[in-house]
């Protein structure tokens, strides 16, 4: 190897007239503009597609005639034209955007959101799967709200791995290396012009990391890259790969993401007032948080200062599944964190407590544990996943009645134009109000679907269809030659599948629970579908598998050697390298997206969601999204929602795979080939219209976005800023206060309950009074509740309702900090029914008296 005396960044050399084309590469608007798409692609087809869609690559390897000849092209300038007035309209309309609306001006943004993985676009590699995909999307709704957010994340070297089959039809893995300088990607500077480094402590090193930005529409997402030649080598390999590594390599990206993505925003001069952990890998930014606010604010101590700055931090958990998070051994912690616990003021046994979570036997660093300590905004991405969040942290929160633990719901949701097809979306723009880009929520807009032609509807779809299984035979042909097939198979790739036949495509990565091969359990009833001669069916597979995870593998492999069967060779095929292009594809090609999860594992799923908006329809488990989407008129679930255990999934499979089949043959099938005289499937157009009006508002990214604004970043942004601003006054007055009622809880009690009278009829008042020793606490410290509901078997209260009582005075018989409440309450139907009273903390700066852990019940 030769190391180089110098490198240079090697620039293309645009006619003048052309030079906007480069601003319009490097900001990703143009990746949901099919206009733009079309511009870049029409600069030069082949370049476009063999650059995997990078126009920055693009213009760095056309030649010079072929840019003098655009240069030069009448109708060429016209479409360039075009594409900059709606990119400068876009990007001049801030005023017009949905926050400058509710919310006014701001100078600079002050939402930051965190995650490990972007998707983007398919030419940046930084995401490996549906957390990405929801963080790319999450960017690009929130530029077209106008949000002042910026993203943080890391930039991998080697995107997340490509990948192909060998001869058994095994997955392997390449990792391909990414040139900054051919992504759409800048470095960025100080105002001097030398690079902007950003240090990071990692164990005994002190990283300089560096700072790319990605422009997606108006708003920044900033990476950070430790391959700096200052670095020791196992520093500079930090960011090499996503999920990349060891547990050691995961906790120093994590400290980067979390410790270094606050350092890189206080260099760019951005305080944010809320931070946004999207997953729990970024939790370390809260302590970094807590750590400047000490060093600013000598008085504060750690939990002090961890009060104030949890009012302004949300947490979203991603997933359902216990051994799917981010857990570290202490080693690790005892390794990278000395310096900070000393720095926070804490003793190593108290650091190591702010994530501790027992394993049975043994304790481990839990990154949600320690999210959700230092969060007071936590959410999950379905109402199902609210659910089952709920009681999987329940332990957290202990005497905590579980549909009162502090973590909401926000379902998931797609950036509609980056995954509308083309066609589509000149459909949509002929027959609904323009107005269905920029307020997708609005439902009346969608309702208009029903003013679109079945036919025009139908031949729409039909040749997206046809353009999906073009790209699997091109795929499948390429498949097959890599792996050295024999010529007759190659050849053979051009008459797989059938563009009429009703496709069903299922992608996603291949994690067991997912349960891809659910369809191939009884494979002669699923021969007799695909062979039948009048009603074909045909399947369309794509997915990854964790390159570690080999039972994945093997489901891949099961599908790859069912495919190769001669009953299936025809009608099922596997699509190597799933990515956002392939996912395009599919979702906007398929006529049924199949979603076979092992419920309650899939926190939301958003692939389903993509395939509403191009006129496909879904059949899924009852799980995720689908299980708050679904609704007979618009698509089929798979069994009816139930769990099972674990010594019962064989067993689920086997009714869930029957469920399955008699759902195609008895329903799905007959509806998609029953046709009118005039050839169309009318009770399916029916299904896809009803989807479209019902889903359409919904499940996006725009709904999503405005739901995580109003419902936490302003609550956050609003109560953080009253706790800091003018100063930190407010904010050390609330803090005290939490220190004072932690330390005087142990002695609050409630001394007695008085119920009158024993048994009421309907409506008839029933009073309550308690007797309450607050210690040395006030009584507008508290609130102190009465907590009744109906009682289940064992006599416990369920879903119980809190009523606030009202505070009556010092205690009439004189004993010493005990103070009286009443209330009186109603039962509007008869039954027996359960009641107790309990004592909160109570303070105006509060988001919930939950977080502080402090409860005190009656007992008897
Ligand atoms: C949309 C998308 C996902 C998310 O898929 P789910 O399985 O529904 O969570 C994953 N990967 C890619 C490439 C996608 O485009």
Redesign the pocket.
């Known amino acids: 190897m030769i190391k180089p005396v110098a490198t240079v960044d090697v620039s293309p050399n645009l006619p003048p007239s052309l030079e906007r084309l480069r601003e319009l590469a490097y900001n990703l608007h143009w990746s949901w503009d099919h206009e733009a798409m079309a511009l870049l692609r029409r600069l030069d087809r082949d370049l476009w597609e063999e650059t995997e869609h990078n126009p920055v690559w693009q213009l760095g390897l056309i030649g010079q005639e072929a840019l003098e000849a655009a240069a030069h092209d009448e109708a060429f300038m016209a479409h360039l034209d075009r594409v900059c007035s709606r990119f400068d309209a876009y990007m001049s309309n801030e005023a017009r955007t949905w926050y400058r609306r509710q919310y006014g001006e701001f100078d600079q943004p002050y939402i930051a959101y965190f995650s490990m993985e972007y998707?983007l676009t398919e030419c940046l590699r930084n995401y490996s799967?549906?957390l990405g995909?929801l963080s790319g999307d999450h960017l690009k709704s929130a530029s077209d709200l106008g949000l002042p957010l910026v993203g943080i994340g890391l930039l991998y070297e080697e995107g997340y791995f490509h990948q192909y089959l060998n001869a058994d039809g095994y997955q392997q893995q390449s990792y391909p290396i990414n040139d900054y300088s051919n992504l759409p990607v800048q470095q960025v500077h100080n105002a001097d012009g030398t690079p902007l480094i950003v240090e990071v402590p990692i164990a005994e090193v002190m990283a300089k990391v560096c700072v790319w930005k990605v422009q997606v529409g108006r708003v920044p997402l900033y990476l950070l890259d430790t391959n700096h030649t200052d670095n020791p080598d196992d520093v500079r390999d930090l960011t090499d790969r996503l999920y990349g590594g060891d547990k050691r390599t995961r906790i120093r990206q994590e400290i980067l993401l979390g410790i270094g993505g606050m350092r890189l925003l206080e260099a760019l001069n951005i305080r944010p007032m809320v931070c946004h952990m999207n997953e729990g890998h970024s939790a370390f930014l809260a302590l970094e948080r807590v750590r400047v606010m000490m060093q600013e604010n000598p008085g504060l101590d750690f939990w002090e200062a961890a009060d104030i700055c949890a009012a302004g931090n949300l947490f979203t958990t991603h997933t359902p599944v216990p051994a799917g998070l981010e857990r570290f051994g202490y080693d690790l912690i005892d390794e990278h964190f000395p310096y900070l616990w000393e720095a926070l003021g804490l003793t190593r046994e108290e650091f190591h407590d702010l994530g501790r979570e027992n394993m049975g036997g043994f304790d481990l660093f839990s990154m949600p544990v320690l999210a959700l300590k230092l969060c007071h905004a936590t959410n999950a991405v379905s109402q199902l996943h609210g659910a089952v969040s709920r009681t999987m942290w329940q332990w957290v929160y202990p005497e905590v009645p579980e549909h009162e633990i502090p973590l909401g719901a926000i379902t998931n949701g797609i950036h509609i134009e980056s995954w509308l097809s083309g066609e589509m979306t000149g459909l949509y723009d002929r027959y609904l109000d323009p107005a269905w880009r920029d307020e997708p929520d609005n439902a009346a807009i969608w309702a208009d679907v029903e003013r679109i032609p079945d036919a025009e509807l139908w031949r729409t779809h039909e040749r997206r269809r046809e353009r999906l299984v073009s790209l699997a035979r091109r795929k499948l042909r390429a498949q097959l030659q890599a792996r050295a097939a024999t010529q007759a198979e190659i050849e053979g790739a051009r008459e797989v599948l059938n563009p009429d036949a009703l496709t069903i495509g299922f992608a996603?990565?291949f994690a067991t629970y997912k349960r891809a091969t659910l369809i191939l359990r009884d494979k002669e009833r699923l021969a007799r579908l695909v062979n039948d001669p009048d009603r074909p069916v045909q399947f369309i597979f794509a997915g990854k598998a964790h390159p570690h995870d080999h039972p994945g593998k093997e489901l891949i492999k099961e599908i790859v050697k069912t495919a190769e069967l001669p009953e299936f060779r025809h009608s099922m095929v596997f699509l190597e390298n799933?990515?956002?292009s392939v996912?395009r594809y599919m979702t906007q090609g398929v006529d049924v997206w199949l979603n076979t999860p092992r419920r309650p594992k899939e926190a939301s799923?958003?692939?389903?969601m993509?395939v509403i908006y191009n006129g496909g329809l879904n059949a899924s488990i009852l799980d995720g999204w689908w299980a708050e989407a679904y609704d007979p008129s618009l698509g089929w679930a798979i069994g009816s929602g139930e769990e099972y255990d674990q010594e019962e999934w064989d067993l689920q499979d086997y009714i869930e795979a029957q469920a399955l089949y008699n759902l195609l043959e008895d329903d799905l099938i007959p509806s998609f080939y029953t046709r009118g005289r005039d050839g169309l499937p009318r009770d399916w157009i029916g299904r896809v219209k009803s989807s479209v009006k019902k889903l359409a508002p919904f499940f996006n990214t725009y709904r999503m976005v405005r739901e995580y604004t109003e419902e936490y970043y302003m609550p956050s942004h609003a109560r953080f800023q009253a706790l800091v601003q003018p100063d930190i006054a407010r904010g050390k007055a609330f803090a005290d206060w939490q220190n004072t009622v932690r330390a005087q809880w142990a002695k609050v009690a409630i001394v007695n309950v008085e119920v009158k009278p024993e048994q009421i009829k309907v409506n008839e008042d029933l009073n309550v009074q308690a007797w309450v020793n607050l210690g040395a606490l006030k009584p507008e410290d508290v609130e102190v509740q009465v907590y009744y509901g109906p009682l289940d078997s064992r006599g416990q209260i369920v879903a119980g309702e809190a009523l606030d009582m009202q505070y009556c005075g010092p205690d009439g018989n004189g004993r010493k900090n005990v103070h009286e409440f009443s209330t009186s309450l109603a039962y509007a139907n008869t039954g027996r029914r359960g009641l107790s009273v309990r004592v909160l903390p109570h303070h105006e700066d509060l988001a919930d008296p939950i977080h502080t852990g402090l409860i005190t019940w009656a007992n008897k």
């Open positions: 998707g799967g549906g995909v996603r990565r799933y990515d956002m996912a799923g958003t692939s389903g993509k």
